[in-house]
T-cell receptor, first 114, second 110 residues
Framework: ETGVTQSPTHLIKTRGQQVTLRCSSQ?????VSWYQQALGQGPQFIFQ???????GRGNFPPRFSGLQFPNYSSELNVNALELDDSALYLC?????????????FGPGTRLTVT | AQSVTQPDIHITVSEGASLELRCNYS??????LFWYVQSPGQGLQLLLK??????LVQGIKGFEAEFKRSQSSFNLRKPSVHWSDAAEYFC????????FGAGTRLTVKP
C-alpha cells in the first residue's frame, strides 16, 4: 500500500510569483485536504476536495486554489505569493468510514518565499 | 467555532517518567478529537482518536487519552516515556476540516 506522497520536498519562490504543489493520495482514498503549517504553529485547514469538487474551505483568500484529478491526486496553487505564505504545506488523504474521516498525512512541502 | 488550546508549549520529562499533555477544546456538538505526533521533517502520524463510546481511548506506541466532556479536555498520557517519543504533539478537533492546537514540543532527558 502506497502512502501519501508530496512533491516537491522544498522550493523557494519570490514574492509575487505563483506556485503549484502536488499530492498523491493513498490508495483507495477519494478525499484530499490541504493544510498550511507556519513555523512553530499547528496546521491550518486550507480546503478539502472530494470527488474533484471543493468540499469545505478554511479562512484562506481566493489566491489559494486547488484541483483534484480523477485518480484523486491533487494540486494546491497559490498565486501572488506573499512572505507570510512561507510554511510547510501538508496534504492528507482520507475516505469516509461511517461518520469519520481518518486522515493520512504526507511529509509536506516546505515553501520559502523571499 | 471549534478551537483547540494546548497550554504547554514545551515539556521536558526524563526517560521512563510518566507523561501528560494537555488539550482543551471548544466545539458546539459532540467533538471528534485526535492526537497527532510530528517528528522533525515528517508529516503527522495519528496516535489516537475519539468520537464516541468509551472515554478512555488507547492508541499506538503506548499512548492513551481521556475525553472529559465536563472539562472540555482530551489529555494525552503515557506511563513511561522513551527517548524516541521526543517530537511535537498536536491535538485536533473536527472531522473533515480539522482544527489543530499550536502543539507541545516534548523533550526527553536521558
Amino acid at each position: 500500500e502506497t502512502g501519501v506522497t508530496q512533491s516537491p520536498t522544498h522550493l523557494i519562490k519570490t514574492r509575487g510569483q505563483q506556485v503549484t504543489l502536488r499530492c498523491s493520495s493513498q490508495s483507495g482514498h477519494n478525499t484530499v485536504s490541504w493544510y498550511q503549517q507556519a513555523l512553530g504553529q499547528g496546521p491550518q485547514f486550507i480546503f478539502q476536495y472530494y470527488r474533484e469538487e471543493e468540499n469545505g474551505r478554511g479562512n484562506f483568500p481566493p489566491r489559494f486554489s486547488g484541483l483534484q484529478f480523477p485518480n484523486y491526486s491533487s494540486e494546491l496553487n497559490v498565486n501572488a505569493l506573499e512572505l507570510d505564505d512561507s510554511a510547510l504545506y501538508l496534504c492528507a488523504s482520507s475516505s469516509l468510514t461511517g461518520l469519520f474521516y481518518e486522515q493520512y498525512f504526507g511529509p509536506g512541502t516546505r515553501l520559502t518565499v523571499t | 467555532a471549534q478551537s483547540v488550546t494546548q497550554p504547554d508549549i514545551h515539556i521536558t520529562v526524563s526517560e521512563g517518567a510518566s507523561l501528560e499533555l494537555r488539550c482543551n477544546y471548544s466545539y458546539g456538538a459532540t467533538p471528534y478529537l485526535f492526537w497527532y505526533v510530528q517528528s522533525p521533517g515528517q508529516g503527522l502520524q495519528l496516535l489516537l482518536k475519539y468520537f464516541s463510546g468509551d472515554t478512555l481511548v488507547q492508541g499506538i506506541k503506548g499512548f492513551e487519552a481521556e475525553f472529559k466532556r465536563s472539562q472540555s479536555s482530551f489529555n494525552l498520557r503515557k506511563p513511561s516515556v522513551h527517548w524516541s517519543d521526543a517530537a511535537e504533539y498536536f491535538c485536533a478537533v473536527g472531522n473533515n476540516d480539522m482544527r489543530f492546537g499550536a502543539g507541545t514540543r516534548l523533550t526527553v532527558k536521558p
